[in-house]
């Protein structure tokens, strides 16, 4: 996570999160998603998290957008249903985004 701080700065428009990232990789808690949405936020930068695997082990940030005007959610029905020849794309964020 720090990393990825250290790479945020004043030009940084938007940083892109997939949570779970890959399903195998890790996930991030909401604690953690809220303190990036906050940095992000005091960057004047939008954070877009993709939740395609949520379902896989992550808890989904929906219940953030509440609280942060900076974060946009996107994620995918098929991956999680596995429909076969059905597939919807979602995005949920504030207006301004």
Known sequence: MNALLKNIDDNTAIVF?????VPIEGTLSLGE????AEYCK???ACLAIDEVYHGFGAT????LIK???NIL??????KLLVWRGCESDICSGPQRI
């Open 73 to 78: 959610l996107c994620g995918r029905f098929r």
């Open 17 to 21: 999160l997939p949570n779970p990232n």
């Open 60 to 63: 989904s940030a929906l219940g």
């Open 33 to 36: 998603i809220a303190s990036l």
């Open 42 to 44: 005091k960057k004047n």
């Open 67 to 69: 609280e942060f005007d």
